[in-house]
């Protein structure tokens, strides 16, 4: 049969980048094909040329055997190819309604087509299974059901070709689980898809063949049967992955935050945050596990001095946090100088400024710290902490002077990571530390966080990746509706019973 | 002059008359703001046309050949900035700034090259647009109250009057309830949403840039075909600006922009009333003073009424293809 | 040998409809009647004024004639410094013996339009419509106010200006819609003193078939039927005769007023207005005229300090 | 549009002198047509503006006030806030200044005098921007807006307190009276006599000295780190601990401060009155100034200047060449802000195809 996709020598470069070498590789029509690999690797630039935003240097693509010039989403479109992107392309202030309709109205009036669209979007969400209302607004929806309003974009359209960038990265369990289950309709209907993710458990989960790239170029295709995630990781990273970090022995030291009673509402009145109580000690990791959207961001920017508690008090250190009466402004920077360092959950958006340099990304934050001579900052001393930390921190490219928006997501969020912990923090707020980010780098991520917490740091992590949880916690406490439902020990820790909690069921 | 003086018809009448202006630029920036193109060379554009339709008008005797060339410089220069802002991903603000400086500049030195009037152009005379008089104006004339109604307030204007008006309805029919205006909104927003769902952003961009180079002509238009009778260097007087503070203030939703240029027609229209009245308690207020009267009173609206005012997103960036 | 003769026009610029406009016509009919030329430059900004009277000392220009207030300290410095160079400054005051500073007694002028705006109007209610509200234009509305309170004591004026910044001398449409409001506030004859603004207020007029007075130059010809009359201000003349002075040597320093008396400001009844000026309307004007110069009426000039009586 | 493949000296100085060129050469055309010989018009402005010493001066003076302005708009583009008000500033800087001489110049030494006409200029101005930074900080209202209003509010304010106040009894002109000699800026020309009889004063260094400051604060401490994150990415900001409705009001406050100062070089420089419009635009040329030199303290020196070179040889192009009016020189601003400020990579491709064909 013809392969439904055929790279043949595809090459790209971005100036002296080479994103692409000679990549060649086919998808088999009616499979799930996988593609991993490091970040940085080249899976979104291929992906890209697959969909018509770049023009490649050299190669040709083959589409059911024929060679085709893609060189516009609009064409890529129209021969039947659909991509669900990394970061969301909807329009936020629009209804979903809308944003499927977009690009395919039907016709001038949006009002002769609406109603028609509706019920074909609605006749799809019935036969997909896909819990979305149409005339919901995108802003108003949950992370999960905007992936999944991608989707429904890309079935509206019948797109025969569906590609999916990292579709899992912000996904719970659940929603990853209820993500496949389509990806297995669509297969059934004879569509092909290609799935880009840095979890290697999906990859063995649900595609027939994988491809394994590294610095632009293939360096392994293989029937998924054949092969096993250690291969995998093997074949990406050039070098086997440690499963189970070392750690010191579980022994917690005086408590370094009590929260006590914490309560969010929001200007409606809902609550957000009830009633949250739990303590947190020196040297011990306590994670916090849920879906996300229950309580668990607004937590965490509370504890960092981002957002201020309606009741309640937390103590740092025996005394209570100095939460301010109307305004948050400015309290971020009393908190970090108690010795409370916090890597946001979303970094693009609060963790890094896109538009300053790597270097000036490593002192956000701590900018007050870093004054020399006159108060004005000493460029030569910053130059230097910078470089070592990027080394040490294995930052790549190591280049301090680069934009840090032009580096991938796993290398801004190492220097997030690097800048925190080298604030020397007696508490450390994580907030999903991992979203999208390579095995190799989540290896060294998980070894810094281990090793402040084996240096007596008390650390509070926020993931909704129960492996995450599973690899760092020394203590689980499970969230959901704004509560805390449930906590145990990480010896105790078990799928199904922390789903439950995190479904809802009561303290046990 | 005392307090009950106060023209409440004539407040009116002088609202309606007034907001073309600011009506037809305040609409054509919504088109090119709401597509993601800062558009602060509105005063440009309508100085632009202003003389250009003045001076076609002149020499061809006929308003209608003035709207046309107007509308051509107008659009002309919507689609340099269009090029600037969408090919060559320059900036917007500076792109507009521009504009309005060499505008004022070439209007004048092109004016005075040809009419020797100190870069006035002569009186239109009969080229000006005339008045639409409505059917049966005269047999209710004389009626109290309905003949005010139907002799001047709805009727007694020009027909670009009548076409500002009903722009307003128009442009929000367009923005949303068409095909156009979805992904004109959608570029203005996320335009990478937009061209992920293969609609070409580059074009709608364009596309919203020439229709705002149309209606923007018809602000300089009527300001010299209709309102003046003639051009005369700097005519536009910060129409431009106010036109952008309607938008901003309305915003950029043509409804609210609407209640935004009528709020400067009317506080316009008061304060010229108000000058050398004697007001109950303060007395008679410095005409100087009395001038501030709508300046002030959109700050304290926007401060009180209308806090937050939420820009497209988009806006201003220049779209760069890339996940 | 001819005298070497300079002109610097203010922010306005030459073509201002106005004084500057005026200046320049009379150093043209100047030029024209002795082929004499004339170096005229306009300054933008008081800084430009002090750079460019200095500029034209330095070509050692026999006599500069700087137009507006605006360069009173300009002329006044520049005059120190150049004793040699004569200097006619127009609007305004400067020291020193090299300087002749033409003032006009504008509310003279403007009583007399004033008398024969009352006159014609039916409604007794006259408008004025100036471009900022500054001393100089309050000269002209007082003085148009005392000639038709003087026919009428209880005409009532309507005034407004059109605005604060340069652009108020160039906006006809803010002048149009000025006038127009006051005319559906009952207002049927209207003076406007508002440089280009003016024209939107003076076509207002025409439009609706109600009166305006004029300003500066003769401006009767703009719409023969509705205007009124023109309160001329012969700045064309102050310049002519300046110009004409040095020519034959008679050029004096000092400050001159001029009122009507001496011919700097007047009405204007010509072919174009002949029609709307009735022979009582004449005869008024005419005795209103010869009681000014005559010194049997006083106008007040509200510059002195005084308040305005109207 | 990428420079990345353009060596340093071609996006720094290859491109925008072509631009400039570009510019220039559509307002030769424009010139031609008006019947003038471009050629000889081009070499009256650069003679005036920049070889003759006088001259030079003068641009020198232009530009010590549009530093000024420029400046104010540079500030607080970099918290991301569009500040069109600077214009009403200065203006009621002047207002600031005034006040200071009327109650002062009688009795202050000039060592005394003059910073007290600073200090008034300054908080004047940034009084004049302080309730648009207020209102943007605390209830969202967008400053283009309110600085906007601000600017009509300045004008009506000023007319009314120049008229009513500030007019010397008797007086025609629309000014105030002139301050004493003690208050008047030391000109440049006391000490270097080649620069002629021009209003050049000590403002110039002034206006340098705040571009060092400026250039110091925003780039290299770390108010100026904040300024620029709050800018950047608000969120990002809040997250550094950055106080940011502070950071908006102060920032507004420093901005009017610093276009309230350019009223100092105009007034107790040159004037040594308060007069009405005596800002003249320069506001506004400020917003282009802080637009094309880049919110840089480099850029901001070198379109001031250039500014300043229009202004002067400009006038000098009208005196010389009665076809050519004055609003030439305007036409040429925009054209030159088009040119170089807006599609100043227009040339970039063609540059990188001429580099690589040599390379190749
Ligand atoms: N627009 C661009 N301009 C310049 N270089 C680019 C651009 N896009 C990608 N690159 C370069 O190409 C390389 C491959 O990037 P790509 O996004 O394809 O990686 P990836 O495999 O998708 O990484 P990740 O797993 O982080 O998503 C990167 O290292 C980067 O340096
Ligand atoms: N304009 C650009 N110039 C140079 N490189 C770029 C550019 N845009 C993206 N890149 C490169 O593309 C790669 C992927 O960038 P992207 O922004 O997609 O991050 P990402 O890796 O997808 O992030 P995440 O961690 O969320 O997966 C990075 O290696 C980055 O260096
Ligand atoms: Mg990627
Ligand atoms: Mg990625």
Redesign the interface.
């Given at each position: 049969m013809q392969p439904a996709v055929e790279f043949r020598g595809i090459s790209k470069h971005f100036g002296a980048v080479k994103a692409n070498t000679d990549v060649s590789f086919t998808v088999a029509k009616g499979a799930i094909h996988g593609l991993v690999g490091e970040n940085g690797a080249g899976k979104s630039t291929l992906m890209s040329i697959l969909y018509g935003y770049y023009q490649a240097d050299g190669g040709d693509i083959l589409l059911d055997g024929q060679v085709r010039q893609i060189r516009s989403s609009q064409e890529a479109i129209r021969l039947g190819i659909g991509m669900v992107h990394q970061h969301f392309m909807l329009v936020d202030n629009m209804t979903v309604l809308d944003n499927v309709m977009l690009g395919t109205e039907g016709g001038f009036r949006l009002a002769s087509h609406r109603a028609e669209a509706e019920a074909k979007l609605r006749e799809i969400c019935a036969r997909y299974r896909l819990d979305v209302d149409p005339l919901a607004t995108i802003h108003d929806l949950s992370v999960g059901v905007q992936q999944r309003v991608e989707i429904l974009k890309q079935i509206y359209r019948s797109a025969n070709i569906l590609i999916l960038d990292e579709p899992t990265a912000v996904l719970t369990a659940q929603e990853t689980e209820s993500l496949f289950e389509i990806l297995k309709l669509f297969k059934e209907q004879g569509k092909t898809i290609i799935l880009i993710t840095h979890k290697l458990q999906e990859i063995m989960d649900i595609t027939d063949t994988v491809t394994v790239m590294r610095a632009g170029r293939v360096v392994g295709a293989v029937e998924t049967a054949r092969t096993s995630k250690e291969e995998l990781a093997n074949m990406m990273v050039g070098r086997p992955i440690e499963n189970n970090l070392p750690r010191a022995p579980y022994s917690p030291g005086k408590p370094v935050l009590e929260v006590k009673g914490l309560q969010l509402k929001d200007n409606t009145g809902v609550s957000l945050l009830d009633d949250i109580d739990f303590t947190l000690r020196a040297g011990e990791i306590v994670a916090i596990a849920g879906v996300s959207g229950n309580g668990q961001s607004e937590l965490m920017e509370i504890l960092s001095g981002m957002r201020l508690p309606t009741a309640g008090s937390a103590d740092f250190e025996g005394k209570p946090l100095p939460f301010k009466r109307h305004d948050p402004d400015g309290l971020p920077l009393v908190f970090r100088d108690l010795g409370i360092a916090h890597v946001p959950e979303d970094r693009l958006r609060d963790g890094v400024v896109k538009n300053f340099s790597v270097m000036q990304n490593t002192f956000l934050g701590y900018q007050d710290h870093i004054k020399g001579r006159w108060g004005l900052f000493d460029f030569k001393r910053i130059a230097e902490r910078c470089a070592g930390l990027l080394k040490e921190f294995d930052v790549r490219p190591p280049n301090p002077d680069l934009r840090i928006g032009l580096l991938s997501g796993g290398n801004q969020q190492k220097v997030v990571i690097a800048r925190e912990v080298l604030a020397k923090p007696k508490l450390m707020l994580v907030g999903q530390p991992t979203r999208g980010v390579d095995i190799g780098t989540i290896e060294a991520i998980h070894t810094q966080l281990l090793a402040l917490r084996d240096a007596g740091v008390a650390i509070l992590l926020v993931s909704v990746e129960l492996e995450e949880v599973r690899a760092l916690a020394d203590r689980i406490l499970v969230m959901c509706g704004g509560r805390i439902t449930g906590e145990l020990p990480i010896n105790e820790f078990d799928t199904t019973r922390i789903g439950l909690l995190m479904g809802g069921t009561h303290k046990s | 002059?005392t307090f009950e003086?106060l023209?409440l018809?004539?407040i009116v009448?002088?609202t309606v008359?007034?907001a073309p202006?600011l009506l037809f630029a305040a609409m054509a920036g919504l088109f090119a703001e709401r597509s993601g193109v800062i558009d602060i060379g509105l005063e440009g554009k309508i100085l632009a046309s202003a003389f250009v339709s003045a001076a076609v008008a002149f020499t061809t005797q006929n308003p209608w050949y003035g709207i046309l060339a107007g509308i051509a410089v107008s659009v002309v220069i919507a689609l340099l900035q269009g090029a600037i802002a969408i090919t060559q991903k320059g900036n917007q603000l500076v792109a507009g700034i521009a504009i309005n400086i060499a505008m004022s500049g070439l209007t004048f030195v092109v004016a005075?090259y040809f009419f020797q009037?100190?870069?006035?152009t002569p009186?239109l005379g009969e080229a000006r647009l005339g008045e639409v008089v409505l059917p049966g104006s005269a047999a209710v004339a004389d009626v109290p109250v309905l003949g005010w109604i139907w002799t001047q307030l709805l009727g007694g204007h020009t027909v670009l009057v009548y076409a500002a008006f009903a722009l307003v309805p128009l442009v929000h029919w367009v923005l949303y309830h068409t095909r156009f205006g979805l992904r004109l909104r959608a570029c203005g927003e996320n335009p990478h949403a937009a061209d992920a769902a293969g609609v070409s952003v580059e074009r709608t961009r364009y596309l919203a840039m020439l229709i705002a180079g149309v209606l923007c002509s018809f602000s300089g238009a009527y300001?010299a075909i209709v309102?003046?009778?003639?051009f005369?260097?700097?005519?536009s007087?910060?129409a431009g600006y106010l036109a952008l503070t309607a938008m901003v203030f309305g915003n950029w939703r043509p409804f609210y922009t609407f209640l935004g240029c009528l709020m400067f027609g009317f506080f316009g229209?008061v304060q010229?009333?108000l000058?050398?009245v004697d007001l109950p308690v303060v007395g008679r207020i410095?005409?100087?003073l009395i001038?501030m009267v709508p300046y002030v009173v959109t700050v304290i609206v926007l401060a009180g009424l209308m806090a937050k005012s939420v820009a497209p997103k988009a806006i201003g960036v220049p779209f760069v293809k890339s996940r | 040998a001819d005298p070497k003769l300079g002109i610097v026009y203010d922010?306005g610029?030459?073509?201002?409809?106005s004084f500057n406009?005026s200046a320049f016509e009379g150093a043209s009919r100047f030029k024209k009647d002795t082929g004499i030329n004339f170096i005229?430059?306009?300054a933008?900004?008081?800084?430009?004024a002090?750079?460019?009277l200095?500029?034209l000392a330095r070509k050692k220009l026999d006599l500069i004639a700087s137009i507006g207030?605006?360069q009173?300290?300009a002329v006044q410095k520049v005059a120190k410094?150049f004793p040699n160079v004569r200097f006619v400054l127009i609007?305004?005051?400067a020291q020193g013996n090299n300087v002749n500073s033409v003032?006009f007694k504008e509310e003279e002028g403007s009583y007399l339009v004033g008398v024969a705006g009352a006159l014609a109007s039916r409604t007794k209610k006259l408008g004025f419509i100036g471009g900022?509200?500054?001393?100089?234009i309050r000269t002209f509305a007082c003085g148009y106010a005392q000639g038709a309170k003087s026919v009428d004591k209880k005409a009532?004026i309507?005034?407004?200006?059109v605005?604060?910044?340069?652009?108020a001398w160039?906006?006809?449409?803010?002048g149009?819609?000025?006038a127009?409001?006051q005319f559906?506030?009952g207002v049927d004859v209207v003076f406007a003193v508002a440089g280009?603004s003016g024209?939107?207020t003076l076509?207002m007029a025409k439009e609706k078939g109600k009166l305006a007075i004029g300003v500066d130059s003769n401006q009767n010809h703009?719409y023969p039927g509705t205007m009124l009359t023109s309160m001329v201000k012969r700045v064309d003349n102050a310049v002519y005769d300046s110009f004409m002075q040095m020519k034959n040597g008679t050029w004096k320093a000092g400050v001159t007023a001029k009122g009507l008396k001496e011919g700097g400001v007047d009405w204007a009844l010509d072919a174009n207005n002949r029609k709307l000026i009735t022979p009582e309307i004449e005869k008024k004007v005419l005795g209103a005229r010869k009681d000014i110069i005559d010194g049997k009426i006083k106008v007040i000039d509200i510059?002195?300090?005084a308040a305005c009586p109207a | 549009m990428t420079t990345n493949d353009l060596p340093r000296w071609a996006t720094a100085v290859a491109l925008p002198l072509l631009n400039l060129l570009s510019a220039l050469l559509v307002a030769a055309l424009v010139i031609h047509l008006l019947g003038e010989d471009p050629v000889e018009s081009m070499h009256i402005l650069i003679n005036s503006a920049v070889v003759n010493p006088e001259g030079l001066s003068?641009t020198l003076?232009y530009a010590s006030t549009f530093v000024f302005t420029g400046l104010a708009v540079s500030l607080a583009m970099h918290a991301g806030l569009f500040n069109i008000g600077a214009e009403g500033q200065m203006y009621l800087g002047g207002l600031g200044i005034t006040i200071a001489m009327l109650a002062f110049d009688a009795t202050l030494p000039w060592y005394l005098l003059i910073p007290a006409g600073m200090l008034g200029a300054a908080l004047f101005g940034a009084l004049w921007a302080f309730v648009p930074g207020y209102l943007q900080a605390k209830r969202g209202s967008h400053i283009v807006v309110t600085t906007i209003m601000f600017n009509y509010i300045a004008?009506?304010l000023?007319?009314?307190v120049i008229?009513k106040f500030l007019?010397p009894?008797?007086?025609?002109?629309?000014?105030s009276r002139?301050f004493s000699q003690a208050a008047e800026m030391p000109r440049l020309s006391d000490w270097f006599p080649v620069l002629g009889?021009?209003?050049l004063n000590v403002s110039f260094f002034l206006a340098i000295i705040a571009l060092v400051i400026y250039g110091v604060m925003v780039s290299r401490s770390s108010w100026g780190y904040k300024l620029r994150a709050v800018g950047l990415n608000k969120h990002a900001a809040h997250y550094a601990g950055v106080k940011i409705s502070a950071m908006i009001v102060v920032t507004m406050l420093i901005s009017g401060a610093l276009a309230g100062l350019g009223a100092v070089n105009?007034i107790m420089g040159?004037?040594?009155?308060l007069?009405?419009?005596?800002v003249?635009g320069a506001g506004f040329i400020g917003i282009a100034i802080a637009l094309m030199g880049r919110q840089h303290p480099v850029g901001i020196f070198l379109s001031a200047v250039l500014f300043g070179a229009l202004t002067q040889g400009g006038?000098d192009l009208?005196?010389e060449k009665?076809n050519i009016?004055?609003e030439m020189v305007i036409f040429i601003q925009g054209l030159i802000i088009l040119f170089c400020g807006a599609m100043e990579y227009l040339y970039a491709p063609v540059l990188a195809k001429l580099l690589k064909g040599k390379q190749a």
């Open positions: - | 002059m003086d023209h018809g004539s009448v002088s008359r007034n202006v005075q009037q100190g870069g006035r009186d300001l309102q003046s009778g003639f005369l260097r700097d005519m007087a910060g229209a010229i009333q000058e050398g410095p005409g100087a001038q | 922010a610029g030459k073509f201002d409809k406009q005229e430059v306009q933008s900004s008081d800084t430009q002090e750079q460019v200095r500029g207030f605006a009173t300290q410094e609007d305004g005051v003032t900022i509200d500054i001393p100089l009532e309507v005034q407004n200006m605005g604060t910044t340069a652009a160039n906006d006809p449409a803010k149009g819609e000025l127009r409001s559906e506030r280009g024209m939107g076509q703009l510059r002195t300090g | 003068y003076f004008s009506q000023m007319n009314f008229v007019i009894a008797g007086e025609q002109n629309t000014a002139v009889d021009t209003p105009s040159s004037t040594h009155y007069s009405l419009n005596f003249g006038f009208s005196l009665p009016p004055p």
